[in-house]
């Protein structure tokens, strides 16, 4: 059955056309992509020069802690719009292959007179993975749109906004006695605005928000469970602050937010929580020396976190800080792990912590970065997993724990450039406790070359975790994959991706956690696109 599944291993071919029509044509540099794990790394030199159309450094937005996601570096050509001032681009990713793997990436964006636009649509479908059937429950999907974007208006007046909408679906392999496939759809959004009353201060506000729906499938024979096959959640956050500086020696935020939380499933919760956050840096160049001093009330209980930090930037770059840090525990993020059957409650984490980072070229081909992070849980509030230790006997699900414990991880990564190729090797270890969704020991190696036009190229990865639990996470047989692109004109790109490649060449699955398994083993043609 492999042998056959490898021969019959078909090429999707597709064919796009999309044009800009303008007067001027921007000519810029030929740009770069290394394909790998579905993934793209965009070579810096080839980013185009946005300066004429980018604010200055004296009207641009101040470096403020507005935990908005930020846009993944996109690679693309462009062409001048009729307006001098008027930039379009446009990118396309489409690829397909074997076993049942489609993706499909398209991303819009706008830049005129000092405002951006960015628009992104993607999909990802793997059906049938590890010689198993689609139909028996061995398939997921992700489809996606991202918004993004400033206004620049008069008096000072700045507006970001940003947006996403996803929908994801899995599979449950046969291994669940009630439900056949979970779904979840979520949607986040965020509006910040300023004003500048000078150089040296300005007020901001901002208004975030994310809200979620999580549903599972039930098995036409199965009897129906007392548990719920709904949970919605939504979360709000006004905030509010300002910015100061002294020239370029000083500079300091303050802000107020408020944090409401709803989930109604399982069972119902309420939650909220208010912070209020000064934070400052005094800049004597090369160092930097910050300070930050919070007040947090949240689950009927007050923290006070605070921090101080040190940092130093020249050939080589350091920094240290310790203190006692409290956030929210990022629920958004957490619920889409597949396996989650929970209602998300709310929970504070608060950490007595201290860091060190370091990175220290040897030579102009050799950096090394080396990073310590130490964790203490404060005061209960521990942080929030999935537990993938326990499996329900009705749902065939997880559900979460507070992971309260002392946490020593340690990264090192080593890197070898060289102006037509860079070797990259990264270990990652947890020392002390660890969730059982962890591998405590992980090494990553990565290896890509091309020539200096970017004609063509290619890269080799691998990645290994041990230790832990392996019921839970699976044999340690290494992750390898590889890939080759040409570029067939300024236009098309084509790759040839292999992910996994142990266990595409011997049919298996490889583990999720416990008994599932996720999409592995794959061989797709990728095509590039850019206008």
Not at 270 to 285: G, Q
Not at 309 to 317: K, L, R
Not at 414 to 419: C, E, Q, R
């Amino acid at each position: 059955m492999m042998k056959r599944h490898l021969l019959v291993l078909s090429a999707i071919f597709f064919t796009v056309s999309l044009g800009l029509y303008s007067e001027d044509v921007v000519s810029l540099d030929d740009l770069s992509t290394t394909v790998k794990k579905e993934k793209q790394v965009l070579d810096k030199e080839a980013i185009p020069e946005y300066s004429e159309v980018s604010p200055s450094d004296e009207i641009k937005l101040p470096d403020i802690d507005s935990d908005l996601p930020e846009l993944n570096g996109k690679e693309s050509t462009a062409k001048k719009a009729e307006d001098a001032n008027e930039i379009l681009y446009f990118e396309g990713n489409v690829s397909g292959g074997y076993p049942g793997i489609f993706t499909g990436d398209f991303a819009l964006s706008r830049s005129a007179d000092n405002n951006y636009f960015s628009f992104d649509f993607y999909h990802e479908d793997a059906n049938g993975y590890a010689s198993n059937k689609s139909y028996d429950g061995f398939f997921n999907k992700d489809t996606g749109l991202k918004l993004d974007g400033t206004v620049m208006l008069p008096h000072q007046v700045d507006i970001e906004y940003y947006g996403t909408y996803d929908t994801f679906e899995f599979g449950l392999q046969g291994l669940s006695p009630t439900y056949y496939s979970t779904h979840l759809q979520t949607g986040e959004f965020s509006v910040l605005g300023s004003f500048g009353v000078n150089e040296n201060f300005k007020l901001y506000s901002e208004f975030a928000g994310d809200l979620s729906s999580w549903y599972a499938s039930y098995i036409p024979s199965a009897t129906l469970a007392t548990e719920n096959s709904t949970i919605f959640r939504y979360s709000m956050a006004p905030k509010a602050g300002f910015t100061a500086n002294a020239g370029t020696v000083f500079d300091c935020n303050f802000f107020i937010e408020y944090d409401f939380d709803m989930a109604r499933g399982i069972t119902t919760f309420y939650d909220n929580r208010c912070e209020l956050n000064y934070d400052m840096n005094l800049k004597f160049n090369p160092f930097v020396v910050s300070g930050k001093l919070a007040y947090v009330y949240a689950q009927s209980k007050s923290i006070v976190p605070f921090e101080l930090a040190f940092s130093y930037s020249e050939e080589v770059e350091l920094s240290v800080s310790g203190g006692l840090k409290s956030q929210k525990a990022q629920l958004y993020e957490l619920q889409k792990e597949s396996l989650l059957y929970s209602d998300y409650t709310s929970q504070e984490q608060t950490d007595w912590f201290a860091d060190f980072w370091i990175r220290f070229p040897i030579t102009q081909y050799i950096e090394n970065k080396f990073e310590i992070e130490f964790a203490q849980t404060a005061f209960g509030n521990g942080m929030l997993v999935t537990d993938y230790s326990t499996v329900s006997s009705t749902t065939g699900l997880y559900s979460t724990e507070v992971f309260v414990g002392t946490r020593l991880n340690t990264e090192y990564q080593f890197d070898l450039i060289f102006d037509t190729s860079e070797l990259s090797v990264t270990y990652q270890a947890w020392w002390l406790d660890c969730p059982s969704s962890v591998s405590p020991h992980s090494v990553t190696v990565d290896y890509s070359f091309s020539t200096l036009d970017s004609k063509y190229g290619f890269s080799i990865w691998t990645k290994m975790g041990f230790c832990g639990d392996r019921t839970v996470l699976g044999d340690i047989i290494p992750d390898v994959g590889c890939s080759a692109f040409i570029r067939a004109s300024d236009v098309f790109k084509f790759s040839i991706v292999l992910e996994d490649t142990v266990k595409l060449f011997t049919a298996s699955g490889r583990t999720l956690y416990g008994n599932y398994i996720k999409q592995s083993g794959g061989a797709s043609l990728l095509v590039s696109f850019y206008l």
